[in-house]
């Protein structure tokens, strides 16, 4: 009887090990997180894409996350654009309701970004609007839309971001180029969490 009990847990005991590893499984890989090493791969890919279609004179960003990759991103682009670096700040941010002279001001649904008006003289050629991390592409969609009532070309907006959602690319509010899909905004950048 003790020998029949025993069999009985150690089965019950490898059955639970392979379902607990199986779940550790599935979590890791909907949790991910980039390393530096994944965003030199991003950037490399991503400029080879960029080179083949077009030539930014300029990049616009919301905030630092976006000018941290910037910074990878000119070295594989011609001539290093140069790169226009936004604030942003959480709509709740006790911050938030500071106003920025000689900025554009977006608004989505948590963020508030003051993007600096000097982009909007670079009425020719290719401007490159770049994130980090797309979650709706709200802010993609209203930055494109100041950047034309400004007098830029729509065709010579784009846009790029290391990751997008399934949602922004379902609603066609992705950026042009990307090079990860996120389920969520579940993982991490070596600067932080994806927001």
Known sequence: MATILGLLLGITGIGA????A???????????????ADLEAAA???????????KPVAIVTPGLCG??????????????????????????DPHGSVQFDDTIRIETGKWLVFIPCAITRYTEGDILI?????????????LRAALISAGIKEGNIHSVAIAATGVAIKSHKA??????TAESDDFYFPWGKAR
């Open 17 to 20: 090990t392979a379902y607990f």
């Open 22 to 36: 199986r779940k550790a499984r599935e979590e890791s890989r909907e949790r991910r997180r980039l390393e530096w």
């Open 44 to 54: 490399n890919d991503l400029g080879k894409c960029i080179k083949r279609d077009v």
């Open 67 to 92: 000018a941290t990759f910037a910074n990878l991103l000119a070295d594989h682009l011609p001539d290093q654009p140069p790169v226009f670096v936004g604030i942003s700040v959480w709509k709740d």
């Open 130 to 142: 770049l994130d980090d991390f797309v979650m709706s592409g709200d802010f993609l969609e209203r």
């Open 175 to 180: 950026p042009d180029y990307h090079w990860w």
